[in-house]
C-alpha cells in the first residue's frame, strides 16, 4: 500500500493505565515505525508521553517526550530528563533536590 502512497496506520490498545507494557497480539512486523503512548502521573497530575519505540528504515531519537493534546493543537514537549520510571506510569525524580 505504501507503494501505491497509502498511509495505513494500525492501532493497538493496552488494557490498564499504568503498569508493564504486554499484547496479546504482536503487529511490530508488519509496521514500519511503532509509536508508544502511554499515560503517568506527575505532579499530582496524569500526562502522557510519546515514544518512538521501533521504525524500520532510518535512525530514529530514543528520547522520552512529553505529549500534550489541545483543543486544536498537538504538542510534543522537550525530553523528560531528571525522571526515572516515566513508562511504568509513576516516574521517580532522580536527584530531587534540583527539582
Known amino acids: 500500500m505504501n507503494q501505491k ?7 493497538l490498545t493496552l488494557q490498564g493505565m499504568f503498569g508493564s507494557i504486554h499484547a496479546e497480539v504482536d503487529v511490530s512486523y508488519l509496521s514500519d515505525t511503532v509509536v508508544l ?3 503517568f502521573e506527575l505532579d499530582t497530575e496524569i500526562r502522557q508521553v ?12 530514543r ?4 505529549l500534550t493534546v489541545g483543543r486544536h493543537v498537538i504538542e510534543v514537549g522537550p525530553p523528560l530528563v ?7 506510569g509513576v516516574p ?3 536527584n530531587p533536590a534540583s527539582k
Open 82 to 88: 531528571g525522571y526515572r520510571g516515566v513508562m511504568t
Open 37 to 39: 503512548i502511554r499515560y
Open 63 to 66: 528520547t522520552l517526550r512529553e
Open 5 to 11: 502512497g497509502v498511509v495505513t496506520i494500525l492501532i
Open 50 to 61: 510519546i515514544l518512538v519505540l521501533e521504525q524500520r528504515v532510518g535512525m530514529h531519537e
Open 92 to 94: 521517580e525524580i532522580l
